[in-house]
């Protein structure tokens, strides 16, 4: 008897395996996974990936018709159109683009802070929702009627010159449309809701206990906010910054609106190739070097950042 149960208890180990292997082991009898289950994650990933594919077959189009000619854009090949973009108007076009854009992304990130910060610290949710929809409110309303507006606002006789006269801050209305600062206007007051999401998420993050331990500390808010709630928040700013550059860098409502032909934005000069010469080539070649330099600029910046972020940590390491 205790030789059997010897042997017993040596087999009993192995048949649990067995038992447990058969149990993951489906059966003959038992339902297979079905293809529906696999493919589930593909489908959930199949609308951006379709939308990913036309912006990328759109981009490859543009960039085969920047090497043909002016009416054989399928078939020539030509780099006359990148020699001719070296032209002293394109690079004023080109630089004043990366000027306004780059102005724009900063004058929108510092208007952006307070306004981040008041979301992300508010306890109160109308407070919040309010906010919210002050923010979004340029996302709903089409461009062209907040160029419209801006032209109201702008004028000669507009507000702004009659709240200037009014106080006695000029003597005669100041000409903002068809300048740059108008049109910088313009970009800060479109593009501000894509400084302030991103920002406001980020700072909604960090908890509010490093506020704490900093004031406790003896830091004022400003010195909080400065080395401690904005280096946290570093991702958000960046991702609200980046967002304005490359949106204000292709604008084509409010530079044509308020600056016209007098403040030639690069989006502005390949309108002005297609709508009356039909200069599909010259077109598709402003805007792949317009791309091209929105995403340089976009990658050093990155790179400057991530690498201030190190400098930064290293004293701390």
Not at 44 to 49: C, D, F, Y
Not at 58 to 82: D, I, K, P
Request: aromatic share 6%.
């Amino acid at each position: 008897m205790s030789t059997m149960l010897a042997r017993f208890s040596r087999r009993a180990p192995s048949s649990a395996r067995a038992a447990a292997d058969n149990a993951r082991t489906p059966g003959p009898d038992a339902p297979p996974a079905t293809a529906m289950a696999k493919a589930r994650p593909w489908l959930l990933l199949a609308p951006i990936l379709l939308f990913l594919a036309v912006l990328g077959a759109a981009a490859l189009v543009v960039l085969r018709m920047s090497f043909g000619a002016q009416g054989n854009e399928w078939h020539g090949f030509t780099l006359q159109n990148y020699t001719d973009l070296l032209d002293g108007y394109f690079m004023k076009s080109l630089w004043l683009t990366l000027k306004l854009a780059f102005q724009s992304m900063i004058s929108a990130v510092l208007l952006a802070i307070p306004v981040a910060l008041a979301m992300a610290r508010t306890k109160s949710r109308l407070a919040r929702r309010l906010l919210l929809a002050g923010v979004l409110l340029p996302l709903l309303v089409n461009l062209l009627l907040q160029g419209y507006g801006w032209l109201i606002i702008l004028g000669p006789a507009g507000l702004l010159n009659h709240a200037l006269l009014g106080s006695g801050l000029v003597q005669r209305p100041v000409m903002w449309l068809y300048r740059e600062h108008g049109v910088l206007l313009g970009l800060i007051q479109t593009a501000f809701p894509l400084a302030v999401l991103p920002l406001s998420s980020a700072m909604r993050a960090v908890s509010s206990s490093y506020e704490e331990a900093a004031a406790t500390l003896g830091a004022t808010r400003w010195q909080t906010l400065r080395h401690v709630l904005l280096p946290l928040a570093m991702p958000g700013l960046v991702s609200g910054a980046l967002l304005v550059f490359a949106y204000n860098a292709s604008a084509f409502a409010v530079p044509l609106l308020l600056g016209g032909r007098r403040v030639p934005m690069l989006a502005v000069l390949v309108h002005d190739q297609v709508a009356p010469l039909l200069n599909w080539p010259a077109a598709s070649a402003s805007g792949v070097v317009l791309m091209i330099a929105t995403l340089t600029v976009m990658a050093l910046s990155q790179r400057l950042v991530r690498r201030t972020q190190r400098l930064a940590e290293e004293p701390h390491a």
